[in-house]
């Protein structure tokens, strides 16, 4: 027996284009372990890409906050630097807004010794 839905089911298959995959925000620290001591001081860098192509590091921004309560700065672009007097908690949070509106968020925390 022949199936009368089987060409339905291809044809929409065949008619929906793939999703286009989403910006990617990333942030790393000038160490792989981001392990630092007192008053040293961290650089973070934040990348944008969409697909292959870059995106414009001016369109992205940024907060730098002490255990993510209490903002130390804030910005566009990058990079990014920051220190501790004390043992703690940086947290970097960096947004982008797309041509379609969306934000993406990006968050790193770097951990003072």
Avoid at 13 to 24: F, Y
Avoid at 88 to 112: C, P
């Amino acid at each position: 027996m022949i199936s009368r839905t089987a060409p339905l089911f291809l044809l929409l298959a065949l008619t929906i284009p793939p999703l286009a995959a989403a910006p990617v925000v990333t942030i790393t620290t000038d160490r792989p372990d981001a392990l630092y001591a007192e008053n040293e001081t961290v650089t973070f860098t934040i990348k944008a890409q969409d697909g292959a192509a870059a995106l414009d590091p001016s369109t992205i921004a940024w907060t730098l906050s002490l255990d993510g309560y209490e903002t130390l700065s804030s910005g566009k672009g990058g990079p990014v630097t920051g220190s501790l007097d004390r043992p703690g908690f940086l947290l970097l949070t960096a947004n982008y807004a797309g041509a379609d509106g969306k934000v993406i968020t990006a968050l790193l925390k770097h951990v003072g010794k």
